[in-house]
């Protein structure tokens, strides 16, 4: 089981702050998570859509596409910010 927390406008979206998730046996990155979470449906598709931008961090730590993931872990989802 892994804890998906969405922020920012990602939880506007998708109209939820969390949840927690089964781990599929075939996901083990942060990539494959994204297509896993695209392949939902509206709106899910449009967040997590090839061209678009979205920051992961795997237990508070910035994360890549090919960032691991493992059960237990805590995966943070958020847009790019910016600042000024």
């Keep these: 089981m892994i804890r998906l927390l969405y922020f920012a406008s990602l939880r506007d979206r998708l109209q939820t702050d969390g949840e927690n998730l089964a781990l599929p046996e ?6 494959t998570l994204k297509t896993l979470l695209a392949g939902r449906g ?3 598709e449009e967040v997590f859509a090839d061209d678009e931008l979205v920051l ?3 237990n508070q730590e910035m994360a890549q596409d090919g960032t691991p993931v493992r059960d237990g872990d805590e995966v943070g989802f958020f847009p790019p910010v910016t600042g000024g």
């Design 56 to 58: 992961a961090a795997v």
């Design 42 to 44: 509206a709106p899910w």
């Design 26 to 31: 075939k996901v083990n990155d942060i990539g």
